[in-house]
């Protein structure tokens, strides 16, 4: 929690929380997918699902993760890693779905 505390990024198994000042964290989750032609809406909504139910485990799991964002702002991000970066694929808020980048029906 120190390095969250402090704004900077911290991995955790298969997601990265970042968070800053203004009571904001950042949930990211990283696709399965390897090729980003094939990826889909119902895809990425389900790899989205997938990325809250672990933070949710993790929540569950320790007394100390749930204190720390209690007060907090969450966001969720699902990302495709193409090995030099990210690209950003969606992100929630407050059940609100923002598409990042431009994904196949």
Known sequence: ???????HSLNVG???FGSDHSNHLSVTG?????N???ITKESTLNEL???????SQMVENSTEFAEFIKQR????????????GGIGLCSEIDGQIKWETIVRD
């Open 49 to 55: 699902f997938e990325v809250k139910r672990l933070f």
């Open 73 to 84: 702002q969450i966001e969720y991000y699902l990302a495709y890693d193409y090995g030099m």
């Open 1 to 7: 929690m120190i390095l969250l505390k402090n704004c």
């Open 14 to 16: 298969e997601l990265t």
């Open 30 to 34: 990283w696709t399965l997918t390897n």
């Open 36 to 38: 980003l032609e094939n």
